[in-house]
């Protein structure tokens, strides 16, 4: 019997062995697998896309994710060739709110926005962000009214690197004018021109015509334009039609296409966040192609993140951002999806790309 247990013993000691050797070698090549950021071209740009960032400020433990992305931008901008940075919007949870009740934040308001303007602060005068709007980041907890605390924390004289490219600004629902409703004029390193256009979240009829007007200026002929706005896409790639809140003037995905994007000539990329679903990425994205009156291809894009990591009371989104590498050819833009959170340890490196078919492929531009 004891020399039973013995073998036993020593079974049971061999198959821990292989199993721990097994783990470590599949972690070894896993680990090897991981290949940093760069660029297929050398003399491609990149555009950065940051999703909503709610989940990170409203709890200050999630705050330091924000922090190493934005950090993280910062210090990639030469080595992937970064020329513009954009952010989904949704900037903080509640716009303004005193007490916060500890389920859905641990951060006033202030503390939100002062946390947010903080850390893309960091890329202030380095190269330009151009920041949407969401329904968060007006009334108290979700757009009640269209008062905004956005134009305190994020004024045009902010970033510099943004000042520089300026072109326009219509005033917000308070009668000011701010970079809520902004575009910005930008030659990409291939010599393409591009305006960078954000809209208010559910923009009002007086900012849709503003920007028609602006779209169709003739000096704007021959830019490729590309329209941020927060909610837009769902996660079917179908525009939003309609959603339930207080507001009476307001423009959803599908109208803003129907009077804005669709009757336009230059109108080229629409870039949205807003939707998501407890841990599952697929909810959070959408893709859709359709043509222009100009007979120009308009690629839109939905991406989130901020129920990644455990849900609407999780780490934030994992820390996930996407590259857009816009090849030198002038057409192709490549995207992937990656999160400098996974990547800064060796044990969750391999994590630190989402290579599913829907957080990478690549589309081109007419």
């Given amino acids: 019997m004891l020399?039973?247990?013995?073998?036993?013993?020593?079974?049971?000691?061999?198959?821990?062995?292989?199993?721990?050797?097994?783990?470590?070698?599949?972690?070894?090549?896993?680990?090897?697998?991981?290949?940093?950021?760069?660029?297929?071209?050398?003399?491609?740009?990149?555009?950065?896309?940051?999703?909503?960032?709610?989940?990170?400020?409203?709890?200050?433990r999630n705050q330091g994710t924000l922090d190493l992305m934005t950090a993280w931008i910062s210090e990639n901008i030469d080595s992937l060739n970064i020329k513009m940075v954009l952010c989904t919007g949704d900037l903080v949870e509640q716009n303004d709110m005193i007490v916060?009740?500890?389920?859905?934040?641990?951060?006033?308001?202030?503390?939100?926005?002062?946390?947010?303007?903080?850390?893309?602060?960091?890329?202030?005068?380095?190269?330009?962000?151009?920041?949407a709007a969401g329904n968060h980041d007006y009334g108290y907890k979700a757009i009640e009214h269209r008062g905004s605390n956005y134009n305190t924390y994020f004024p045009a004289h902010k970033n510099q690197a943004n000042y520089k490219l300026l072109s326009a600004a219509?005033?917000?629902?308070?009668?000011?004018?701010?970079?809520?409703?902004?575009?910005?004029?930008?030659?990409a390193p291939d010599g393409r021109k591009f305006l960078f256009m954000t809209l208010e979240f559910a923009p009002r009829d007086t900012i849709v015509q503003w920007a028609k007007g602006v779209v169709d200026d003739k000096?704007?002929?021959?830019h490729t334009v590309a329209v941020l706005t927060h909610s837009y896409l769902n996660a079917k790639n179908q525009r939003i039609e309609k959603e339930n809140y207080s507001i009476k003037d307001a423009n959803y995905g599908e109208a803003v296409w129907q009077k804005l994007v669709e009757p336009s000539k230059n109108i080229q990329l629409v870039f949205s966040g807003h939707i998501g679903g407890a841990d599952n990425f697929k909810a959070h994205v959408g893709f859709k192609e359709d043509k222009n009156k100009g007979g120009k291809k308009v690629s839109q894009m939905a991406f989130n993140a901020q129920a990644m990591g455990g849900g609407w009371q999780g780490n934030g989104g994992d820390g996930w951002l996407r590259i857009l590498e816009f090849l030198p050819d002038g057409k192709t833009v490549q995207v992937h999806t990656f999160s400098p959170l996974f990547a800064a340890s060796p044990a969750t490196k391999h994590l630190a790309w989402s290579t599913e078919t829907f957080n990478d492929f690549s589309f081109s531009l007419d």
């Fill in 219 to 222: 000096k704007y002929k021959e």
């Fill in 100 to 131: 916060p009740d500890g389920k859905n934040g641990n951060q006033t308001s202030r503390e939100q926005w002062l946390a947010v303007s903080r850390m893309f602060g960091r890329l202030d005068g380095q190269v330009p962000y151009v920041l």
């Fill in 170 to 187: 219509a005033k917000n629902a308070g009668g000011h004018p701010s970079l809520e409703n902004s575009a910005f004029d930008f030659t």
């Fill in 3 to 60: 020399d039973h247990f013995v073998g036993m013993k020593k079974n049971y000691n061999y198959l821990v062995i292989a199993f721990l050797v097994a783990v470590t070698l599949q972690t070894a090549q896993a680990q090897k697998k991981y290949e940093a950021p760069k660029l297929s071209n050398p003399n491609s740009w990149s555009l950065i896309l940051v999703p909503d960032t709610q989940n990170y400020v409203k709890y200050q």
